[in-house]
């Protein structure tokens, strides 16, 4: 019987070093640069697992986020043995900015500023490609073993990548809006897009200041036209070889969940899941449902991730 105690205790001891040497994530700032601009990221993954290839999850901010605020998130996914990638998309947190030509700003030549904190689809899906492209040069990154995962605006955001690079083998999109095409916007939206597009292109109208409140009570104001080149809800459609997670607020209140969540589901190839949380509405994903949305996309990532280890 004492035999089997000291078993017992040498067991527990050894199990709790390991989920000490687990709890202890490494962590490092890193540039990304996204047509010549700087963005700020952090990466964390386990200490103990310095310099093994991992795979990787790169996680990105919805509408008027930053990086800052997933924090939690990427030490989920850290602590779960992930290389965990967050970082602010151009002109947002710490990252820098484009530099655009604003004649409100100063006289003549010397008319620029810095494009920050305005919402371009187009431009956040290039700044989510180039942050797996410098996931693709990390030593410690296994590029077989890839995944997004985006909240809310950029829900639609990683589907809109997974559509156009192969290399991403899984995503999780939640309480996402997946877009809408040219050809069911409505009729007022559809013409202010336009109207913004030749206006701008003209030169008669510049960019949303920052700090912009256009959309709701929402960060960030929309660069309309590019809107109507983006609709993940369409290129669902051309996802193959990629695992496809939704999870959806059954009490969602800024859109209808039939026409992003389910709509998306029903297009995407298998293998997909769709998760719908009941009770909650969309920023609770952030709270109370934080810990149980986690622990759903984890599953899923440990799946089609892991699996093939």
Not at 8 to 27: D, I, K, M, R, Y
Not at 72 to 92: C, I, K, M, S, T
Not at 134 to 161: C, I, K, N, Q
Not at 253 to 272: M, N, Q, S, V, Y
Request: aromatic share 8%.
């Amino acid at each position: 019987m004492r035999k089997l105690a000291l078993h017992c205790l040498a067991l527990l001891a050894l199990v709790a070093t390991s989920q000490g040497s687990l709890a202890q994530l490494a962590e490092r700032k890193v540039d990304i640069y996204s047509e010549g601009v700087r963005m700020t990221g952090t990466v964390l993954y386990p200490q103990a697992l310095e310099g093994k290839k991992l795979p990787a999850v790169i996680l990105s901010h919805g509408w008027g986020g930053t990086a800052a605020m997933l924090r939690p998130h990427a030490e989920r996914f850290a602590q779960a043995g992930y290389f965990a990638l967050v970082f602010d998309y151009r002109g947002w947190g710490e990252s820098d900015a484009r530099w655009v030509r604003d004649e409100a700003a100063a006289p003549g030549a010397n008319a620029r500023r810095e494009l920050r904190e305005v919402v371009d689809p187009l431009d956040q899906a290039t700044d989510i490609f180039n942050a797996v492209h410098w996931a693709m040069g990390e030593p410690m990154v296994d590029a077989t073993r890839v995944g997004l995962w985006g909240t809310s605006f950029s829900g639609g955001l990683v589907v809109y990548v997974a559509a156009r690079d192969p290399r991403i083998k899984a995503i999780v999109s939640q309480v996402a809006w997946f877009g809408q095409p040219r050809t069911a916007m409505p009729a007022t939206a559809l013409s202010r897009s336009q109207s913004d597009a030749t206006r701008r292109a003209r030169g008669d109208i510049g960019y949303p200041p920052p700090g912009a409140r256009e959309v709701g009570n929402l960060r960030g104001g929309p660069v309309r036209e590019s809107f109507l080149l983006y609709a993940p809800i369409a290129d669902i459609l051309v996802i193959k070889g990629c695992a496809v997670l939704i999870i959806d607020a059954e009490k969602e209140e800024l859109f209808d969940i039939r026409e992003h969540g389910e709509l998306a589901f029903a297009r995407a190839a298998e293998p997909k899941k769709r998760v719908v949380i009941p009770g909650i509405a969309h920023y609770d994903i952030y709270g109370t449902a934080r810990e149980q949305s986690l622990d759903v996309a984890i599953e899923w990532l440990n799946r089609h991730l892991k699996g093939a280890m």
